[in-house]
């Protein structure tokens, strides 16, 4: 395999990894509060699994960029393009802002999310703010995606 697109494709890599660790990190932390509510308020449970899906999304963030960086080198299409190294490594640093943001966006939001929890363990009209204050750190994600995709289409590939 050609230099350029082992690098576009490790690039493609980190972007998969970094969200699925971070959304792995995040819904499981928030699980873990979930499941504690869960045995004391079952009623709640519709609640709970929303606060727990909540920092699944950065796996998704990680899924698309590496998939728009697959499409981009041909992977997924009939014909896999010959790109240099210079390029392979544009890809591969595209690939870093959904990546990382990603990874450290989940564990976050999990952590808010097993508080917010606990906030509607205890009062679950307050469920809402819980939400609230959990996304708000998705937004880091979202803004880690956005600038992968303009790097990505930003690339001159042959």
Do not use: H, W
């Not at 499409?71 to 190294?85: F, K, N, R």
């Not at 990546?99 to 999310?113: D, N, Y």
């Amino acid at each position: 395999m050609e230099t350029g697109l082992a690098l576009a494709v490790f690039g493609a890599a980190i972007a998969a990894v970094c969200g699925g660790i971070g959304s792995s990190i995040g819904v499981g932390l928030a699980g873990q509060a979930g499941a504690g509510v869960t045995t004391e308020k079952p009623e709640l449970f519709g609640k709970i699994l929303l606060m727990q899906a909540l920092p699944g999304t950065q796996g998704i963030y990680g899924f698309l960029g590496a998939l728009l960086i697959l499409m981009q080198v041909g992977l997924l299409g009939d014909e896999v393009v010959v790109i240099s190294t210079q390029t392979g490594l544009q890809f591969l640093a595209a690939s870093l802002p959904v990546g990382l943001a990603s990874l450290f966006s989940g564990i976050q939001q999990g952590k808010v999310s097993a508080t917010g929890l606990k906030v509607i363990a205890k009062n679950p009209a307050n469920a809402g703010k819980a939400v609230i204050m959990s996304a708000m750190v998705e937004t880091y994600a979202v803004l880690g995606l956005l600038v992968s995709v303009l790097l990505i289409f930003g690339i001159k590939v042959s």
